[in-house]
């Protein structure tokens, strides 16, 4: 008996090395899935080496990969991701039920690959990765612009289509998944683009240290009529319904305190003003550094905001306010500063 548990062994041994060594190449995301969130766009495997790209271009590299019991295991020091091999062919690999084909050459494919902004103490982006969500994948080498949108390589000016086609949902939230190196010019060019597009709020990825995992911004798009209108002349599209001008915006608002900044630095003037009761903020931020700058401002700004707000609320409601939910204090803590973001132009 024990001579055949040893053959059975050894035959274990052999399909696992076997499989180890078929499995090993570049494999390719087969679209037909493309309903299917939280799959590797891009999988590399080299020894016990390997490297997800995921659907927004975002690397992800396993030091210690290996099969193990008919299951393909990716690990490192922070994450373990396990995929039951159902198929290994020629030309398919088949994990989870989901399909991949080989790469002859990556270089040939040429991916878009984004080095990301993170690590900033950022946000939870739970659902951008759902089905139907608008991803666009931004970069710039060379003084050019380079876009994904979707699955697609694409152009600036794509974007209108992308996000108003007549199959799509309107009500799809849209992320942009920013390269470190993305200038602030262009970033502010992307806004505006996604603006005279129809899309009123966004979130921005800043970090994703698992694969799956996304942190960042979810903000909104402040411009004014006037400067829609202007944009929409020089680049030759059509204007969006009138919006609020600036006139308007500072007629109706009576105290007004106008703050430019150009650094995470002049954070703390904003700070300080929203501490010392200063009622209206309106942060001009034509002239930032980075995108990071954009980022770390209006998430601080957000967060300084948040507790004002939930004091006011606390003196107002007691120690009941405490107890409640957070969408309902939310819906209580409206009272304290008012600020708002305005960007003018692009450069």
Not at 211 to 217: I, N, R, S
Request: charged share 25%.
């Amino acid at each position: 008996m024990r001579p055949q548990i040893i053959l059975l062994e050894l035959m274990i041994i052999v399909v696992f090395l076997s499989c180890q060594k078929s499995i090993e190449g570049s494999w390719k995301f087969d679209y037909t899935y493309a309903d299917r969130p939280l799959i590797p766009a891009y999988l590399i495997i080299d020894g016990d080496k390997s490297r997800i790209i995921d659907r927004f271009g975002i690397v992800h590299d396993f030091s210690n990969t290996h099969v193990q019991r008919g299951r393909l295991i990716l690990a490192n020091d922070d994450q373990r991701i396990e995929y039951t091999i159902d198929s290994i062919q020629e030309n398919l690999l088949q994990l989870d039920s989901i399909r991949y084909t080989p790469v002859d050459s990556l270089a040939k494919e040429s991916p878009i690959t984004v080095e990301l902004i993170g690590p900033i103490d950022s946000v939870s982006l739970d659902r951008i990765d759902s089905h139907g969500a608008y991803s666009i994948s931004i970069k710039e080498e060379q003084q050019k612009l380079i876009l994904k949108m979707g699955d697609l390589h694409a152009r600036i000016d794509d974007m209108p289509l992308y996000l108003q086609c007549s199959h799509c949902s309107s009500n799809r939230s849209v992320t942009l998944i920013v390269d470190r190196h993305l200038s602030y010019a262009r970033f502010k060019e992307v806004l505006f683009w996604l603006r005279i597009s129809g899309v009123t709020r966004f979130s921005v990825v800043a970090e994703s240290d698992k694969f799956g995992v996304y942190t960042g911004l979810n903000d909104k798009i402040e411009f004014w009529d006037e400067d829609m209108l202007q944009f929409s002349e020089d680049y030759d599209v059509p204007p969006l319904p009138p919006l609020v001008s600036r006139e308007e915006y500072l007629s109706q608002s009576g105290s007004m305190s106008l703050l430019k900044v150009k650094h995470q630095e002049d954070l703390q003037n904003i700070l300080s003003r929203l501490n010392e009761g200063h009622p209206n903020l309106l942060i001009n931020m034509d002239d930032l550094d980075a995108v990071a700058d954009y980022i770390v401002i209006k998430l601080k700004v957000k967060e300084a905001l948040q507790q004002i707000r939930d004091t006011i609320a606390q003196e107002k409601y007691g120690t009941a306010y405490q107890a409640l939910k957070p969408a309902m204090k939310r819906l209580l803590s409206q009272q304290g500063p008012q600020v708002n973001f305005e960007i003018r132009a692009v450069n």
